[in-house]
């Protein structure tokens, strides 16, 4: 699987969630470390913002040379939400293509080697036109950075409206399409896969879930899993995340997660609920880690 090699044991399991990076994203380091995690999820600009301006050299430094750094074994980031692959032709379309070439580089300046990303909506264009879209952009990225050490992490979508990527086949066939395949990773997002329909709460339900996806993506490819109960039911394509146990999911399923071998040394990260202090994903990682045997 696509990971770091170099992650010390004490580090294990990587888990944390999504931290706010306000004052600086150096800040979120802070707030990461001081609830316990081992990994966290940022953004590397204002998520519902096409663009913003030029990291400043003192905050790449404070990011990269913070005293914690050491404490996390990996950062992961989220790419923002308005970003779109699947159309071609529109203004956002170009918009799009230079909003994730930027996060591409922030990520590059910070060390950050996986942006997850939302492969887009078709627009109403259908699910093949949309994918040859998604599969010819990340082509001309590729092209246009080719050697950033960076992969962008297509992750399953609940797909709301005409949202690519709810089926394992959808992702499957993007990563068989795209040229630099080789630079992709796959990031599961268990609240969407539920909603798309893979029923991670039936008996066994995560077991056969995965090796489904095995089956048609490859565990190979997976390099970020997204820890995330629903408050929607199976099937509903609508994205609603909620804390573990209080949603549709169940426990077993992110019990079942944190045991399996083939899954042991990814980022597990938390995209629930929480309040300012955060204290959620406190209580929601101890539940986690006391899931291990």
Known sequence: ????????????????????????????????VGIGCTAIQIFVKNNM????????????????????????????????YLINLGVEGTENHEKSLKSLSDELLRCEQLGIRS??????????????????????????????HPSLKVRITLEITAGQGA?????????????????????????????????????????????????DFDRVIGLSRLSVLHLNDSK?????????????????IGLEAFRWIMNAPALKDLPKILETPKGKDLAEDVEAMALLRGFLV
């Not at 696509?2 to 707030?31: E, F, K, N, Q, Y």
């Not at 096409?50 to 989220?78: D, I, M, Q, T, Y």
């Open 232 to 248: 929607v039911a199976l099937g509903s394509r609508v994205d609603r995340h909620d804390n573990l146990g209080n949603g549709l």
């Open 1 to 32: 699987m696509p990971r770091r090699p170099d992650i010390s044991a004490d580090l294990l399991p990587l888990l944390g969630s999504h931290v706010p990076t306000i004052g600086g994203v150096s800040t979120a380091i802070d707030r990461g």
């Open 115 to 144: 942006l997850v990303l939302h492969p887009g909506s078709h627009l109403g264009a259908g699910v093949e036109a949309g994918i040859g879209c998604v599969v010819r952009n990340l082509d001309r990225l590729h092209a246009e």
């Open 163 to 211: 949202c690519l990527g709810a089926k394992f086949e959808e992702i499957a066939e993007i990563l068989s399409g795209v040229t630099a395949s080789e630079r992709l990773h796959v990031c599961f997002d268990t609240a969407h896969a539920f909603a798309a329909g893979y029923d991670l709460a039936a008996p066994k339900g995560a077991e056969k879930v995965f090796a």
């Open 49 to 80: 913002q096409w663009f913003a301006k030029p990291l400043p050299e003192a905050e790449v430094l404070a990011f990269n040379e913070h005293p914690l750094r050491s404490k996390l074994g990996c950062v992961v980031a989220h790419a923002g």
